[in-house]
């Protein structure tokens, strides 16, 4: 696990996997199953929308990449905040806001100009503020594509995030593996 301690990467050879990259790959197989598991079985027992797809990446670059920027956990949470916010102004703006999704209702050039407008607000507003997350451009057109789009369920997302945030700090100092944003206040 030393080369996620270091932030190495290797390139595909063809050669069988080293012990490294077989312990990196085990450690994020085991910290996204009970990441996301966690969600999910949240999801389950509240009903609402703790588990989404953009998830998914922000819990890879936390566990594989922690000392990359764009992991750090200021970035994972108000990334995923200017996704949440841009996206539902975006639906605001477009007058989409209290639509069906677009799988149900189709696309629009309402909703065309809805998707856009959030994903150019979110890149915008996330080199601004300083807090690259890429996940969080997911996030913005989950919500302006209608898939989520009640206040209350942008709330829940928000505390998930939070939560994936905490729980991937505490299996990455279960295994030792220490962040330079695991020491320090973002």
Do not use: N
């Amino acid at each position: 696990m030393a080369h996620l301690r270091k932030g190495e990467r290797g390139g595909a050879t063809g050669r069988p996997p080293d012990r490294a990259r077989v312990e990196g790959a085990s450690f994020v197989a085991v910290g996204c199953f009970a990441i996301i598991g966690l969600l999910a079985l949240v999801a389950m027992v509240s009903g609402t929308p703790f588990v989404f797809p953009s998830l998914g990446p922000t819990a890879f670059l936390v566990l594989f990449m922690p000392g990359a920027e764009s992991a750090r956990p200021w970035h994972c949470i108000l990334g995923h905040l200017v996704g949440l916010l841009c996206g539902y102004g975006a639906l605001v703006v477009t007058g989409l806001a209290h639509t069906g999704p677009v799988g149900e209702v189709g696309v629009t050039a309402a909703r065309v100009v809805a998707a856009a407008l959030a994903m150019a607000a979110t890149g915008a507003l996330l080199i601004l503020l300083r807090v690259v997350h890429p996940p969080a451009g997911a996030t913005t057109l989950i919500v302006a594509l209608g898939i989520v789009t009640r206040p209350f369920h942008l709330v829940v997302i928000e505390v998930a995030v939070v939560i994936l945030v905490v729980v991937a700090a505490a299996i990455r100092r279960l295994a030792g593996i220490r962040a330079a944003q695991d020491q320090a206040a973002p």
